[in-house]
């Protein structure tokens, strides 16, 4: 009865915690995901005040916000979106996943971590935060803006990538052979054709399944089928993220609206929670050894952003401000980022890893936002120029 009462009490103080953390956000302007990173350092092993009986509970919460996480991601996108965005935008994609890998997996080798950090570190550097993205495009009135197709293509070829990576990185840090691995891969890239394909010829069938009247009934059909495919998706060793990103991609139109209505409430307080179990995990005491080369580091991603917008901008016949929006939009990083340093660290690849990528990210999803709204005046001036 001690055990519930004390879990409940720290439940609800970090939940209010995370509230006055959120507001404080809005009010400055920034992502609140570094404030939540934060919170959880500071409640986490080496933190102020570590936390004793609910760590486990939010363990599980954890693994819930990153189900929901890449489920609402996958509701944004149908199929026919994703398969037009890989035949025009593939040759900006791989470019992205070039310029902005290398950075990650050149750090791994060059401070002697091995292979898989490295293939982890890549990761972490690589991928955007859509979530990020997606608000700063909003607040600042980018939405209508000729350049933001291009962001949003990148941003689902980054998604799509990621589908392949994650079972890679999975077999990698299992330690599997390297038959075991392909074994892995090509079920990965299976799951995600077949998937494809339902969607595209099948999707009524799946949204007539889904479909209800009722709100409540609507959720939790939406959240049972995804929660069950990432199950299924973790028991063939492919991700359990992977699997809900799926399910989202399969829904589409207005149900898909109605849908991500009901579910951003529930995955903004599951997020929350993911970003707070990272923190926990890492200690605050080895963040301050590694915190040069992680400005360093996202200062490096910054740059090969910028490059990856303006190419892909350019390609697109876009001037040179939009072309500079385009680099600035696609700079923070949070959700996959830690998604990935997370399956890492838990697999013991390197002890700083976690503390580096905790920083990169604190940096990347503070200063992107920032960036933007700092910039937006320049931006404008140069566009009246042109």
Do not use: C
């Amino acid at each position: 009865m001690h055990d519930t009462a004390t879990l409940i009490l720290e439940l609800g103080a970090v939940l209010l915690g995370l509230g006055i953390l959120g507001a404080l956000a809005m009010r400055v302007g920034i992502s609140p995901i570094p404030l939540y990173l934060l919170a959880g350092l500071a409640f986490g092993q080496g933190g102020i005040l570590p936390l004793a009986t609910s760590e486990e509970f939010i363990s599980v919460g954890a693994e819930i916000g990153v189900i929901l996480l890449l489920l609402t991601l996958g509701l944004e996108y149908n199929a026919d979106e994703l398969v037009t965005s890989l035949k025009g935008n593939a040759r900006a994609g791989v470019v992205d996943l070039v310029l902005n890998a290398a950075p990650g997996a050149i750090a791994a080798l060059l401070l002697g971590w091995g292979p898989v950090a490295a293939v982890a570190m890549a990761g972490v550097t690589y991928a955007t935060s859509s979530g990020i993205t997606a608000k700063v495009l909003s607040d600042l009135g980018w939405i209508g803006n000729r350049e933001t197709p291009v962001v949003l293509s990148l941003l689902v070829f980054e998604d799509l990538t990621m589908a392949v990576y994650l079972p890679i990185l999975t077999a990698m840090l299992a330690g599997v052979s390297f038959v075991g691995g392909a074994v892995t891969v090509g079920i990965a890239l299976g799951t995600v054709s077949v998937v494809l394909l339902v969607a595209l010829r099948y999707g009524r069938f799946i949204e007539a399944f889904i479909s209800s009247p009722n709100s409540e009934v609507l959720l939790l059909k939406v959240v049972g089928l995804a929660m069950l495919v990432a199950g299924v998706a973790q028991q063939l060793q492919v991700s359990a993220a992977v699997g809900a990103f799926l399910v989202g991609i399969a829904v589409s139109g207005e149900l898909a609206e109605d849908a991500q209505a009901l579910l951003s409430p529930l995955r903004d307080l599951f997020a929350a929670v993911f970003f707070v179990f990272f923190g926990l995990q890492t200690d605050p005491s080895k963040i301050l050894p590694v915190a040069g080369l992680a400005a360093l580091l996202a200062l490096v991603s910054m740059v090969t952003k910028l490059l990856t917008g303006a190419y892909a901008a350019r390609r697109a016949g876009i001037a040179k401000a939009g072309q500079a929006r385009a680099g600035i939009a696609l700079i923070p990083r949070g959700e996959f980022n830690i998604v990935i340093a997370g399956l890492a660290v838990a697999a013991g690849v390197h002890p700083d890893l976690g503390p580096l990528a905790a920083a990169y990210v604190l940096i990347l999803a503070a200063f992107g936002p920032l960036a933007a709204r700092l910039v937006q005046p320049l931006i404008t001036a140069i566009a009246k120029r042109a």
